[in-house]
């Protein structure tokens, strides 16, 4: 036998076809990975990334197809198959046991009948590094992971892909929950993986993402491959278009009108709020009808600031007042914010949202039930006609109820997540990261939902992790820093670099520059546009 | 209020029929309730008498004391939970009604104060299980041992007793509740599963409880009072046995309060039978009704091929397992990624 001419694929899929039942995830996907190389895959939500992912994972094996690694076809039969071949995976779940410390978390599944999980010193200092090198604290190992932040979750999962050996790294939208200097830290770390030969497949709805890291990228399509790549005809443009199969789908997203609100027309206000005990207190106004935005790295104070508004966590000081008919109201609880008409749709989609016996249907409903209803009875018809409303107005696939909702790729489970508190039609919806994992068109979409839901009047407080998100939707932003808010930008001020600045507690004018000593320099900074 | 968001191609999963999963569920499920018709022929071919309406009566009458006391197990188990004090409460409710109606209490006010007392034993279980963070299994066995103390020491352990006479018509397999010739008992129940199973499927309650089982964190957010849940599948499991109760009291009319032992097991076997999943959210009392009719036939038949009761309890025991290693294997993680 020959040698090839070039150094075989890490790892390769051949003439892949995938079913779960009679749905057809995946048919003749192809994909080939070089050593050395940063490989994007890419498609809409549910074209089969995940599955393709879970193929290589050892999660699942193909229906049919071959599966190649170093050019020799092999049957990865279980994780710890794919883990003996040196492929380690982040799953697009961010799967964290709250019953152990976060270190065993890293080293689960590394232990046997006889043989203890491997956590001594050495293996303790090879977690800390990780971690360190993440931007993250080493003590984020030592405590259950349940107060954690999605973001510090995430780091626990890299964690446990990175500390052990691998040729192969696969990212499932795991950089979806990450701030951007997480990010950053993160793509730094892969560039050195990458010299070294090590190879990455890297899924991501983030264009931007994408354009900085890879070095070729394949495209999905409802399930089949439409091709691949190289670096240099990966635009958003072309890839947006293979990925829809529409040539105009390319086009940038134009950042919408901002509307300037009248400022004296606040609905929901928080008075000298305190978010953590050290933290200084500031105000905060939400003007009817707008879209206000919340920025800020993680653990910044972002993600306790909505749920504050919320009524999910209580403030350390101060208290959130919400307009009811005229006159303030204080938020106490997330059940009184409910009634007095605010809505809020949690980041934790695992943790906090999605149940995962029940159907798509009943996913989407639980909420809002008791409007449909008489002395406790639900008019199942009327559900039902709401669901298919809401499902289709969100463009969750498949179109269909009575699914499952385990049986959903990310990406749409988000959309029922997020439907289940549209169907509210709250007169304030707080949406903690509600996009994440959603791909570029439904984002577009949802955008443009959220506009008219606001020209109708109801009022939108968004947390993002995206700059680009917050300059697209927006009317102003609330950039939170050291657990408060930092900076209210909006109309010229709005712009890319003075949220960038604000995150890191700098004002765009100040003379050290966008990024701080705080912060690490940001990866590719010159690079950075609004590619939506 | 109507952008409706367009789809680039529809994914070819939005064309394709009906998902595994809940294939794989219908089919499991097709199983769970063929299997009380299977179990029956089996039982008319070994065990002769069994053919007849007296025969399928009292096998009626011995599932419905079972199946009223598996409710609260079934819901208990849906929710995440288990009830360990149901045979407590078959205790109870056995020697209240047998004990006060021979010392000449009217029998509705016996039978209102037997249900004040299951209700504070079940909103007691929901309460501390909900309150303290205490696992439902401490709680129950906790509260069982109250049950059972209490009542020995308030009828000094006296075991004496009578019962109406419509108590034990209830349960007899000649009974004919309005001469339409089914034992009341069995009509109670009946009763019962149609309430329970409308609840599960037509009520917003239904569905948090649900929810509650799958979830709680989220189905905090989702406004369901786990609480209030809680305490409301506990009493209505705790009023279920006691109905039990009483129709045993039929039985022997004589007061016991350990008539209610055998129900632990029994009625966990029938919920597993079912194929309830013990990590909650899912299953319905549906299945347990078949749980509920395999385990009495299995029983009876035990007894028709003369096997001893601890023998019976190795066969069961048997049986459970085989039937946990198959049915338990559900809700693997890989489905979560
Ligand atoms: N366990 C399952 N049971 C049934 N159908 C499934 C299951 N997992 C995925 N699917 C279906 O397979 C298709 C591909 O899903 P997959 O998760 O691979 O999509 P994805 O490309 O990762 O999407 P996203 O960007 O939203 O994460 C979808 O239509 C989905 O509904
Ligand atoms: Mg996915």
């Excluded at chain 1, 829809?244 to 400022?263: L, M, P, Q, T």
């Excluded at chain 1, 949690?346 to 209803?373: C, H, I, M, W």
């Excluded at chain 2, 009946?190 to 799958?214: D, I, N, P, Q």
Aim: neutral net charge; charged residues 20%.
């Amino acid at each position: 036998m020959s040698t090839p001419p070039i150094e075989p694929a890490v790892v390769e899929l051949a003439g892949i076809t995938h079913r779960y039942g009679p749905t057809v995830a995946l048919s003749d996907c192809r994909l080939s990975i070089a050593p050395g190389e940063v490989h994007g895959l890419v498609g809409e939500n549910g074209s089969g990334k995940s599955t393709v992912v879970k193929l290589l994972s050892g999660i699942m094996r193909p229906t049919e197809g071959e599966v190649r690694v170093g050019g020799r076809a092999v049957e990865l039969r279980s994780p710890a198959a794919a883990q003996r071949h040196e492929i380690v995976t982040v799953f697009q779940e961010t799967l964290v046991s709250d019953e152990c410390s976060g270190i065993d978390n890293v080293f689960a599944g590394t232990d046997g009948i006889f043989r203890r999980a491997r956590s001594g010193r050495a293996e303790r200092q090879a977690a800390e590094q990780v971690v360190q090198s993440l931007g993250a604290p080493a003590s984020i190992l030592q405590s259950s992971p349940h107060h954690l932040s999605l973001a510090e979750r995430q780091v626990l999962t890299l964690t446990r892909a990175l500390v052990r050996p691998w040729r192969l790294l696969i990212l499932d939208e795991a950089t979806s929950a990450l701030d951007l200097s997480t990010r950053d830290r993160l793509f730094a770390l892969l560039d050195d993986h990458r010299r070294e030969g090590r190879s990455v497949l890297f899924v991501s709805h983030r264009m931007d993402e994408l354009e900085i890291l890879i070095d070729r990228a394949t495209v999905q399509r409802s399930g089949r491959t439409v091709g691949t790549v190289d670096k240099d005809e990966a635009t958003p443009a072309r890839l947006l278009s293979m990925m829809s199969g529409r040539s105009d789908a390319g086009e940038h997203h134009v950042r919408a009108e901002a509307r300037a609100r009248k400022a004296s027309d606040v609905v929901l206000r928080g008075v000298e709020l305190g978010l953590a005990a050290q933290a200084p207190a500031f105000d905060l106004d939400v003007r009817r009808g707008e879209i206000l935005g919340i920025g800020g790295l993680d653990g910044q104070g972002g993600s306790h600031l909505v749920e504050v508004l919320a009524g999910v966590r209580p403030s350390t000081s101060g208290r959130v007042e919400v307009d009811r008919d005229g006159s303030w109201t204080r938020v106490t609880g997330y059940r009184q914010a409910f009634r007095s008409g605010i809505a809020y749709v949690p980041g934790k989609r695992q943790e906090e949202g999605l149940f995962p016996s029940l159907t798509v249907g009943d996913n989407l409903s639980l909420a809002t039930l008791p409007r449909y209803s008489r002395v406790g009875v639900f008019r199942a018809s009327s559900v039902l006609a709401r669901v298919r409303e809401e499902m289709s107005r969100l463009g969750v696939v498949p179109h269909d109820p009575s699914y499952p909702i385990t049986g959903l790729s990310g990406g749409n489970a988000q959309k029922v997540l997020v439907g289940r508190w549209l169907a509210a039609e709250p007169d304030v919806l707080i949406l903690n990261d509600p996009l994440r994992g959603v791909d570029l068109g439904t984002k577009r979409d949802f955008y443009a939902l959220l506009r008219e839901l606001t020209e109708a009047g109801t009022t939108v407080v968004m947390l993002s992790t995206e700059i680009e998100e917050l300059l697209t939707c927006c009317d102003r932003v609330a950039v939170c820093q050291a657990e408060r808010v930092f900076d209210v930008l909006e109309g010229e001020e709005l712009t890319y670099d003075a949220v960038l600045a604000a995150m890191f507690g700098r004002h765009v004018d100040a003379p050290a520059g966008p990024t701080g000593p705080a912060g690490p320099a940001p990866h590719d900074s010159h690079d950075r546009k609004v590619t939506l | 209020m109507s952008t409706a968001i367009t789809q680039g191609d529809a994914p070819v999963a939005a064309a394709s029929p009906p998902p595994p999963k809940r294939r794989a569920v219908r089919a499991s499920s097709v199983l769970v309730y063929l299997s009380p018709v299977a179990m029956f022929v089996v039982l008319t071919l070994t065990t002769p008498g069994v053919l007849s309406t007296t025969g399928v009566m009292s096998l009626l009458v011995l599932a419905s004391v079972l199946g009223l006391a598996a409710v609260g197990q079934t819901w208990a188990v849906m929710i995440g939970g288990i009830d360990l004090s149901i045979p407590a409460t078959i205790g109870m409710a056995n020697v209240l009604v047998t004990t006060l109606y021979a010392e000449g209490w009217g029998f509705g006010r016996i039978v209102l104060l037997v249900a004040v007392v299951s209700l504070a034993i079940g909103t007691a279980n929901g309460l501390l299980s909900s309150l303290f963070g205490l696992h439902p299994l401490v709680v129950t066995l906790g509260m069982a041992s109250l049950v059972t103390g209490s009542v020995l020491v308030a009828t000094d352990g006296n075991t004496g007793g009578d019962v109406p006479g419509f108590v034990t018509d209830a349960v007899s397999p000649v009974g004919s509740l309005w001469g339409i010739g089914v034992p009341a008992a069995v009509v109670l129940w009946l009763l019962t599963l149609a309430v329970v199973l409308a609840v599960e499927r037509r009520t917003v309650f239904g569905r948090r409880l649900y929810a509650l089982g799958s979830n709680e964190r989220a189905a905090r957010l989702a406004l369901v009072r786990p609480v209030m849940i809680r305490v409301v599948v506990y009493s209505v499991g705790a009023l279920c046995a006691s109905a039990a109760g009483l129709l045993l009291a039929g039985f022997s009319g004589g007061a016991s309060v350990s008539i209610g032992d055998p129900y632990l097991f029994s009625t966990i076997t029938a919920v597993v039978v079912g194929g309830t999943s013990l990590l909650g959210g899912a299953g319905t009392y549906a299945r347990t009704v078949a749980g509920v009719l395999v385990t009495t036939m299995f029983t009876t038949l035990l007894v028709g091929l003369e096997i001893g009761p601890n023998m019976q309890q190795v066969m069961l025991g048997i049986a459970i397992l085989l039937l946990i290693t198959v049915y338990g294997r559900d809700r693997h993680v890989a489905q979560r990624l």
